[in-house]
């Protein structure tokens, strides 16, 4: 066979070939190599750790209580804790109500006529026959003066009469007059007595009129803005008439409670006990007023099962107004001396009520629990229980039974270091006493107005850059 030599191009590409296979041996021996050693660096690490489980990582460097809270499963957690005690449940019933003036008149004027003043200050409280407001007198009181005038005038002919009549009554005794002209005389008589009378209703209706132009307070209460100005001419149709009076004190509250509380309510209404309710606003923050169950309705609104309450408040500080809506809490009972534990304590799971008790050794124990009537931040509860014991109220989402706990204060500003300066602060002891009296917010703006001090100071003194 006879040697064909090769092409030069050929050997070219054999020669890269080889070489690009000697660069990948090489690239995945370096790749193994570093696989290698990082798998025993990780080695090293794991074994050191476990060897020294105490060495802190920068995730639990810096102590606190929320460092000890997730710092491991075998680390106390931070607890806030009340104790058990006995005191007094009040039974209650929540409702929303509204707030109903005991009465309201609106003020009308009974004549027709120029209001000329008004006596009253808007919102202000007024006695029942109080003045209000004046109406021009002056139509009414010559109309009274006619009156009184043709009064005057019948009663003097009606008294002419009268001696006419005994004059006569005498002459005919003594057959001096015909008896049909004595006869004529007292029918004469008889007439004006009755002008006089219609005469007298007449001065009396003038007088009614020219009263009605002081405009009184037919109640006593508070009185609203008013619905006309001076000027005007008011009339007896007026809708708006002239002012509003409401009476505040005392004032209603109208709620409806479940029918299934008729029975107890009716009760004590019977045997004359007071049933204390109580007035707070929308959000149930604030109480404005304590007040007694009046009356109930008579009939049960069978489509929302629930009857209609009254309630009376004295409201001499006026916190209550007519229309109001407010929250309301009815006291049907007293559970006298009963355990009770803070809300917060009690929890819910596959077991029923439960909640943690903290023991002498400073772990928790689960004890099972049921919850009655609640008054405030409080619960009566039945279980096994004794005042005095302390209840896990605050950091129950990491605990078990048997957990060990730290207890701390349950208000942030009572706990260690809440009242101490910042550490990049440094205060002359006396500034740190006045510092530790503070809140937080105070201290807060103590500090920052400190650091703006020294800032402006600091700008103050550094030299000024050249100008450009």
Same mark, same amino acid.
């Given at each position: 066979?006879?040697?064909?030599?090769?092409?030069?191009?050929?050997?070219?590409?054999?020669?890269?070939?080889?070489?690009?296979?000697?660069?990948?041996?090489?690239?995945?021996?370096?790749?193994?190599?570093?696989?290698?050693?990082? =798998?025993?660096?990780?080695?090293?690490?794991?074994?050191?750790?476990?060897?020294?489980?105490?060495?802190?990582?920068?995730?639990?460097? #810096?102590?606190?209580?929320?460092?000890?809270?997730?710092?491991?499963?075998? *680390?106390?957690?931070?607890?806030?804790?009340?104790?058990?005690?006995?005191?007094?449940?009040?039974?209650?019933?929540?409702? +929303?109500?509204?707030?109903?003036?005991?009465?309201?008149?609106?003020?009308?004027?009974?004549?027709?006529?120029?209001?000329?003043?008004?006596?009253?200050?808007?919102?202000?409280?007024?006695?029942?026959?109080?003045?209000?407001?004046? +109406?021009?007198?002056?139509?009414?009181?010559?109309?009274?003066?006619?009156?009184?005038?043709?009064?005057?005038?019948?009663?003097?002919?009606?008294?002419? *009469?009268?001696?006419?009549?005994?004059?006569?009554?005498?002459?005919?005794?003594?057959?001096?007059?015909?008896?049909?002209?004595?006869?004529?005389?007292?029918?004469?008589?008889?007439?004006?007595?009755?002008?006089?009378?219609?005469?007298?209703?007449? %001065?009396?209706?003038?007088?009614?009129?020219?009263?009605?132009?002081?405009?009184?307070?037919? +109640?006593?209460?508070?009185?609203?803005?008013?619905?006309?100005?001076?000027?005007?001419?008011?009339?007896? =149709?007026?809708?708006?008439?002239? %002012?509003?009076?409401?009476?505040?004190?005392?004032?209603?509250?109208?709620?409806?409670?479940?029918?299934?509380?008729?029975?107890?309510?009716?009760?004590?209404?019977?045997?004359?006990?007071?049933?204390? %309710?109580?007035?707070?606003?929308?959000?149930?923050?604030?109480?404005?007023?304590?007040?007694?169950?009046?009356?109930?309705?008579?009939?049960?609104?069978?489509?929302?099962?629930?009857?209609?309450?009254?309630?009376?408040?004295?409201?001499?500080?006026?916190?209550?107004?007519?229309?109001?809506?407010?929250?309301?809490?009815?006291?049907?009972?007293?559970?006298?001396?009963?355990?009770?534990?803070?809300?917060?304590?009690?929890?819910? =799971?596959?077991?029923?009520?439960?909640?943690?008790?903290?023991?002498?050794?400073?772990?928790?124990?689960?004890?099972?629990?049921?919850?009655?009537?609640?008054? =405030?931040?409080?619960?009566?509860?039945?279980?096994?229980?004794?005042?005095?014991?302390?209840?896990?109220?605050?950091?129950?989402?990491?605990?078990?039974?048997?957990?060990?706990?730290? %207890?701390?204060?349950?208000?942030?500003?009572?706990?260690? #270091?809440?009242?101490?300066?910042?550490?990049?602060?440094?205060?002359?002891?006396?500034?740190?006493?006045?510092?530790?009296?503070?809140?937080?917010?105070?201290?807060?703006?103590?500090?920052?107005?400190?650091?703006?001090?020294?800032?402006?100071?600091?700008?103050?003194?550094?030299?000024?850059?050249?100008?450009?």
């Amino acid at each position: 066979m006879k040697y064909r030599p090769m092409p030069v191009d050929a050997i070219s590409l054999r020669r890269s070939h080889a070489s690009q296979a000697g660069q990948t041996g090489r690239a995945l021996a370096w790749l193994l190599a570093a696989l290698l050693l990082a =798998g025993g660096s990780g080695l090293w690490w794991w074994k050191t750790r476990t060897a020294n489980p105490a060495t802190p990582t920068s995730a639990t460097q #810096g102590g606190g209580a929320g460092a000890r809270r997730f710092g491991g499963a075998n *680390a106390a957690q931070p607890v806030s804790v009340q104790a058990v005690r006995l005191q007094d449940i009040r039974v209650s019933v929540n409702a +929303i109500g509204s707030i109903a003036a005991s009465n309201t008149a609106i003020v009308r004027a009974q004549v027709s006529g120029v209001l000329q003043s008004l006596s009253f200050k808007e919102g202000q409280q007024v006695r029942a026959g109080q003045l209000l407001a004046q +109406i021009d007198p002056r139509p009414f009181q010559a109309s009274l003066s006619q009156a009184e005038g043709a009064l005057a005038r019948d009663r003097a002919q009606l008294d002419a *009469a009268r001696v006419d009549l005994a004059r006569y009554r005498g002459l005919l005794a003594q057959d001096a007059v015909p008896k049909q002209q004595l006869d004529t005389q007292e029918a004469l008589v008889r007439q004006l007595e009755g002008t006089v009378k219609a005469d007298q209703g007449t %001065v009396d209706n003038a007088r009614l009129q020219l009263s009605y132009t002081h405009v009184t307070a037919p +109640i006593a209460g508070r009185v609203g803005l008013k619905q006309v100005d001076l000027g005007n001419v008011v009339q007896p =149709g007026d809708v708006n008439g002239i %002012v509003v009076v409401t009476q505040t004190r005392p004032i209603a509250l109208v709620f409806a409670v479940p029918a299934t509380h008729v029975p107890r309510i009716t009760a004590r209404l019977r045997a004359n006990e007071a049933l204390p %309710v109580e007035a707070w606003d929308r959000s149930g923050s604030r109480q404005l007023a304590v007040g007694r169950v009046a009356t109930t309705d008579n009939a049960i609104d069978p489509s929302t099962d629930t009857i209609k309450v009254k309630a009376m408040f004295a409201n001499t500080d006026d916190a209550l107004f007519p229309n109001q809506a407010v929250s309301v809490r009815l006291q049907l009972d007293t559970l006298s001396k009963v355990l009770a534990v803070p809300s917060a304590a009690v929890l819910r =799971g596959a077991q029923g009520f439960y909640l943690y008790v903290v023991n002498a050794d400073n772990t928790v124990s689960t004890r099972v629990v049921k919850p009655g009537a609640s008054d =405030g931040d409080w619960i009566a509860v039945e279980g096994d229980l004794k005042a005095g014991e302390k209840v896990v109220i605050d950091g129950v989402d990491r605990l078990r039974d048997g957990a060990k706990v730290e %207890v701390i204060a349950a208000d942030p500003k009572q706990r260690a #270091g809440a009242s101490a300066p910042a550490r990049t602060e440094r205060v002359p002891p006396e500034v740190a006493e006045k510092l530790k009296a503070m809140s937080p917010e105070e201290r807060r703006a103590w500090f920052q107005k400190r650091r703006e001090e020294k800032d402006k100071a600091g700008s103050s003194t550094k030299p000024a850059s050249a100008p450009n």
